[in-house]
């Protein structure tokens, strides 16, 4: 990552020259590092239990069948890093799909309808980024009346769901790139991945991405550093909506459809896989690909609930409930330390 | 629109003319400021007021709180809006519409509270909005490289990649200086850099401010440390109630006449609040209200003890950061102790919270008024019976008519204005919002009284006012812990004092006509080796 | 009060609302707002209103109370699925599900279940110290998976003449629904303003670590308050379930902590915390069912609501933002120049 991942502990202050050399992990990371002890787990746990489990299809499919979700929560970790929150994703995608699904009915070919469709997104997020920043609305209330917006919007345009049967959206989602064995990757994976790599290097080599980090850490001293603050603060929303409407678009590859309730809950999905990925609420303090994990580990609860057979579906909300219950309160308990 | 630098204020006879620094006599100011005024709602901030500052000179800006000195450096930076005036940064006028603006012509803030993000490394707080880049990419490696010699010109030899929240307060001070070195800066605001320093984090800050100095940096200096200003600065602008004293050589304007100027008051007055309150000689009872033995925090406040007697008040001096206010928590519960042993009255007691802490008439009035003092959007009312209607508990709300009564007697009896009980405690005065918190502890009865800071920032009549209710109450045998990091104060009311530094308590003396400020000065930089 | 002070009233928009909703609909159907008595009962427009906004008012009392110390509650759509899934299959597994001593034991097991609930939330928040968006976003997420878990992913139906008493029902001439807000909406306000606890709670909200200072148990009130919020809570979920005489565990609450909030908010309670205003809840939560009502009233899509409510939520936050008071304020102080009262 941005800098390097072991740094032996470092003395603080000037005057005290502490030659302890004992490698440690560096305090930001550590909150990823349970992410990746609890994949790890899960991992194990599903590899000795089931046949078939780690194998290059399933893995594969954990990609593929949240790759909407991978992009979401690619979006909010930007909002969250400014210590902000969208809880407008889940209906911008509904949104973006809607739209798609109506333009494609209406005739409109697959290069104006993809790029509009995104764009409608970048549209809601330039909205709420205009209402937090210029209007100091929380973010919180901005995004709820988006969401409640884009929603509503979603009625209008396609109140019954309406199938996509666009040559060129049947064939991105058909389209399988890989081995015989069942480790392939769909456009759709390929656009998420890309996602992600854009993400990480604006978030980490861009000044953009370290005001967004100067502005979870302190909004004030980001301003009073001459940082430009007010711009950053709206581009993470224009972000986040974006990513909300590419996320659509891949749902509607993904269903060949757009419905009005698609996306019920999805942002609550998108801010559990950034908190589970280690990326604090209160902004400042985490890292794209730790949301990418978070999204894993989502997808690998369902992938086990699924070869569990016996278990219900709703295990997978409870298991997801008590995931977020042990990571904010080991959060908790580091930010404690910390001070 | 051009002032010439030889333009002083006529109505300023004393006006020692230009900084007897030879670099500086002969150049155009680099800034200079001409009838600025800035309003608020209601009040007029600043009213004409001129600010010159010229290249390689210490400058400070002097004034008591509420005088408009952060209102005028706001002013510079872009952060408060101009009525009237000009603002001309090297020849040109100027209007900035943000700290970017101001920093971009060259003129950097460093503020009290430390503006950086915590979150972040060392070298990205030096470096954020200058990183080096490389194909439009931060460079890393480069960043840290270029931020290492940035430091190192400040003979600061600290890891670039560090996190700056593994740094103390003061080296994040300097930190937060090299960030405004960065980025050029001919002019560099210094807003009480000092607060939080020891004495030689003090010495250190110095010197990088006098090797700025020496390569042509402007530096306003702000702080209500006088030996500091006087240490440092070449010259000073005084201001008070928004409105330009003067413009004076350090060297021509002795201290007396400076606190004049600044207080605005005749000798008179300033004879009155001398003798405001009188230290009522001690008679205080056979038993300690209450005593620490030993009791102590870890990273807070290390072991001490501690013996308060009813009918005294106790003294707290010490620097900003020495433990004073640590100490003071300790006692209030706000904090809880893990070592030591309290008893109140002989008896040892745990002070968990501090509810357990008023349950034994204990109460703390804190330093910070607005942020753990007064709940700013309650009426005066609600505020005196908070304390009280806190111990009874929610479900018992105290009636009507026995608050009306509290409220009136102690609204009479501190001169609460304005006398309405209905207003908003946040539109208060900030005497009149000390007044109010008083008013709340009094109304609890309590025993022991700690009072963190309680002059700060208020007026002179209202800190006159205040120390005669501190004698009067200690006469009535009431205990009290007094905090104040004006030393006279201290000395004026307390029978002892407890000496503070580096979160230790080093040494007590017993108060008399023949303590002077010296020499707690001396116990606290001896460190009460010799004591 | 002249006509300007009304005019500045925190109510004065929110009641405006009101009004023009229940006008709108009644030129479109004049006999929305008659209210007729049928088997002794009152109907008609304006009873309708106060039936159905019974739900939506108990959850916001709740959440009125939780903005107040600075918090928010997600999970109150939870704990309403919950306390329906408890208090239904309970009745369905006895085997005299019209007992009303059936009823009340199934209504005491699911309160205690939501207060369980309250009380985690509570701990989290007060004790351990986590926001209270992401504390309450644990149940929201988990809670609707344990009400299928309690009812095995089946929407449970139940036939019990006490239990449907509560929402259909009518007592003195008005639904059993109505009355129990309002009852529980008086208890509230008695709480409140004639013990001490509004005032600390407010004092909580606009300065937790002066109040705790003050000698305020301010973790103690936080918790409770997060109690109070999901016992509210769990009592709209036996309306709701009792509306439909069934436990439905998806869909039982959905979205209703968004309401809630949105009802708290155009009532002029601050999402900062601090002041809080039971009756500016109740107009709010008035306008947002008559709201629905009139859009089906004036021949809108229902689905359309949501598009409505987004409007309201807009027009509301600009009116409070501080950039366009700030703005209103300086244009009247330009056309007279009479001194401005400082804003309460």
New interface residues.
């Given amino acids: 990552m ?3 991942q072991l ?1 032996p502990t ?5 005057a005290a020259p502490a030659p302890r050399t004992r490698w440690r992990i560096d ?2 990371y550590q909150p990823v590092l349970g992410t990746v002890v609890v994949l790890a787990v899960m991992l194990a746990v599903g590899g000795s239990r089931y046949e078939n489990f780690l194998t290059g299809r399933v893995m594969a499919n954990v990609l593929i069948n949240n790759s909407f979700l991978v992009v979401l929560a690619v979006g909010m970790t930007f909002v969250i890093l400014t210590g902000g ?1 969208d809880l407008s994703v889940g209906a911008v995608v509904a949104l973006s799909g809607c739209i798609s699904a109506w333009m494609f009915t209406h005739g409109w070919s697959a290069g104006i309808t993809i790029p509009v469709c995104v764009l409608v997104g970048t549209l809601v997020g330039l909205v709420v980024g205009v ?1 937090v920043h ?5 973010p ?3 995004t ?6 884009a ?3 979603c ?2 345009v396609a ?1 019954e769901s309406i199938p996509i049967t666009d040559p060129t959206i049947v064939k991105l989602s058909q389209t399988r790139w890989g081995t015989d064995d069942g480790l392939v990757i769909t456009p759709s994976g390929v656009i998420a991945l890309a996602v992600v790599a854009i993400a990480f ?1 604006v978030l ?4 953009f ?3 967004v ?2 502005i ?3 909004e ?9 603050v007010a711009r950053t603060k709206v581009l993470v929303y224009v972000i986040s909506g974006t990513c909300a409407g590419l996320g659509g678009l891949l749902f509607a590859i993904f269903s060949r459809s757009g419905y ?1 309730l698609t996306g ?1 809950g999805m942002e ?1 999905d998108a ?2 896989a950034v ?1 589970i990925g280690g990326t604090l ?2 902004g ?2 985490g890292f794209v690909l730790g949301s990418v994990l978070g999204v894993a580990v989502l997808g690998l609860i369902q992938t086990i609930i699924t070869f569990q057979g016996t278990l ?7 298991v ?3 995931l ?2 042990v990571f ?2 080991l959060q ?1 308990l580091l930010v ?1 330390r ?1 001070r | 629109m051009t002032t010439s630098p030889t333009a002083i204020p006529p109505d300023q006879p004393d006006q020692p003319g230009e900084p007897d620094r030879p670099d500086a006599r002969d150049r155009e100011p680099v800034v200079a400021m001409t009838g600025i005024t800035v309003t608020f709602p209601g009040v007029k901030a600043l009213d004409g007021v001129d600010l010159r500052l010229f290249p390689g000179e210490v400058h400070a800006l002097m004034g008591e709180n509420g005088a408009g000195k952060s209102t005028l450096i706001k002013a510079l930076t872009g952060v408060y809006a101009v009525d009237a005036g000009t603002i001309v940064v090297d020849g040109t006028a100027r209007t900035f519409a943000g700290p970017a603006q101001a920093q971009a012509a060259g003129i950097s803030t460093v503020y009290q509270e430390v503006n950086l993000c915590d979150n972040l490394s060392v070298a990205e707080n030096v470096m954020l909005g200058h990183e080096v880049r490389r194909a439009g990419l931060v460079d890393f490696r480069g960043t840290r490289r270029a931020a290492r010699e940035h430091l190192r010109a400040l003979n600061l030899d600290i890891d670039p990649a560090s996190t700056l929240s593994s740094h103390s307060l003061a080296v994040q001070q300097l930190v937060a200086i090299c960030r405004a070195m960065v980025v050029d800066a001919r002019v560099l605001i210094l807003d009480e850099p000092t607060s939080s320093l020891d004495v030689d984090e003090v010495e250190r800050l110095f010197a990088v401010v006098r090797d700025l100095r020496g390569r042509g940096v402007a530096i306003l200096f702000v702080s209500h440390f006088l030996e500091q200003v006087y240490a440092i600065s070449d010259r000073m602008t005084v201001l008070r109630n928004g409105t330009l004293v003067g413009e004076y050589r350090t060297a021509d304007l002795p201290r007396v006449e400076l606190v004049q100027k600044m207080i605005g008051r005749s000798l008179e007055v300033l004879e009155q609040l001398e003798e405001a309150p009188k230290r009522v000689a001690a008679e205080r009872g056979v038993q300690p209200y209450v005593q620490a033995l030993g009791l102590g925090r870890k990273g807070s406040i290390e072991p001490f003890d501690l013996d308060v007697y009813p009918g005294e008040v106790v003294g707290l001096a010490g620097l900003l950061g020495s433990g004073r206010t640590e100490l003071a928590r300790l006692l209030y519960g706000a904090d809880r102790s893990d070592v030591g042993e309290l008893r109140v009255e002989g008896q040892p007691t745990r002070l968990r919270t501090p509810r357990a802490a008023l349950a034994r008439r204990i109460v703390y009035s804190s330093e910070s008024r607005k942020t753990e003092g007064i709940i700013g959007d309650l009426t005066v009312r609600e505020n005196i019976v908070l304390g009280l209607q806190a111990e009874r508990g929610w479900l018992r709300r105290i009636p009507q008519r026995k608050a009306d009564e509290v409220v009136a007697q102690y609204v009479e009896q501190l001169g609460i204005r304005p006398a309405d009980p209905d207003a908003i405690a946040g539109n208060l005065s900030g005497g009149n919002q000390q007044k109010v918190l008083l008013a709340r502890w009094l109304a609890t009865q309590p025993r022991l009284l700690l009072l963190d800071e309680p002059t700060r920032g208020i007026d002179v009549g209202a800190k006159a006012e205040i120390q005669r209710l501190v004698a009067e109450l200690a006469e009535q045998g009431m205990a009290v812990v007094f905090i104040s990091a004006e030393l006279e104060e201290v000395l004026r009311l307390s029978h002892r004092i407890a000496v503070m530094r580096d979160r230790r308590k080093i040494g007590e003396l017993v108060n008399g006509d023949d303590v002077t400020t010296d020499d707690v000065v001396d116990l606290i930089a001896s460190g009460g080796q010799d004591a | 009060m002249n006509l300007g002070a009304i005019a500045r009233h925190r109510l004065f928009w929110p009641l405006v609302a009101l009004v023009l909703l229940l006008v709108a609909s009644a030129l479109k159907s004049p006999a929305f707002l008659e209210v007729t008595v049928r088997d002794g009962h009152l109907f008609g427009g304006p009873v309708d209103i106060l039936r159905r906004s019974s739900v939506l008012l108990l959850v916001a009392l709740g959440m009125t109370l939780v903005i107040a110390t600075r918090g928010i509650d997600l999970s109150v759509g939870a704990v309403m699925a919950i306390a329906g899934a408890v208090a239904l299959s309970q009745i369905a597994a006895s085997p005299d599900p019209g007992a009303l001593s059936t009823v009340l034991l199934a209504m005491a097991t699911a309160l205690a279940v939501a207060l369980a609930v309250g009380v985690f939330n509570g701990f989290l928040v007060a004790v351990v110290g986590i926001q209270p968006i992401v504390a309450t976003l644990i149940f929201m997420t988990a809670g609707r998976g344990i009400a299928m878990l309690i009812t095995g992913g089946q929407i449970t139906t139940v036939t019990s003449a006490p239990y449907k008493t509560i929402a259909s029902g009518y007592w003195l001439g008005l639904p059993v629904a109505a009355l129990i807000a309002a009852f529980v909406f008086g208890v509230t306000a008695l709480l409140t303003r004639r013990t001490a606890l509004g005032v600390l709670i407010e004092s909580v909200g606009i300065n937790p670590s002066a109040s705790r200072l003050a000698g305020v148990r301010a973790r103690t009130i936080i918790w409770t308050v997060y109690v109070i919020c999901a016992a509210f809570a769990c009592i709209a979920g036996f309306i709701k379930s009792s509306d439909i005489m069934a436990a439905d565990s998806n869909n039982a609450g959905l979205f209703i902590e968004l309401d809630a909030i949105l009802a708290v908010v155009i009532g002029g309670t601050s999402l900062a915390g601090g002041k809080f205003s039971l009756t500016g809840t109740l107009v709010g939560s008035l306008v947002i069912t008559t709201l629905t009502l009139s859009i089906t009233i004036l021949g809108i899509p229902v689905n359309a609501v949501s598009l409505f409510k987004a409007l309201v939520v807009i027009a509301v936050c600009l009116l409070q933002s501080p950039v366009v008071q700030h703005r209103m304020r300086s244009r009247r102080r330009r056309v007279a120049p009479v001194p401005v009262e400082v804003p309460a």
């Fill in positions: 941005a800098t390097d740094t470092r003395s603080s202050g000037t305090a930001r929150i209402m210029v209007f100091e609305i929380q919180f209330i901005a709820l009346a988006a969401m409640f917006l929603r509503g919007l009625y209008l109140p290097v980490h080599y861009t000044r991405g370290r005001t980090y100067a979870g850490g302190s004030q001293s980001a301003r009073l550093m001459g940082l430009p009005s019920v609550l801010i559990a908190v609420l209160t400042g303090s219900s579906s709703w295990w997978t909300k409870i997801i409930g008590a977020l219950l904010v309160v908790r404690l910390r």
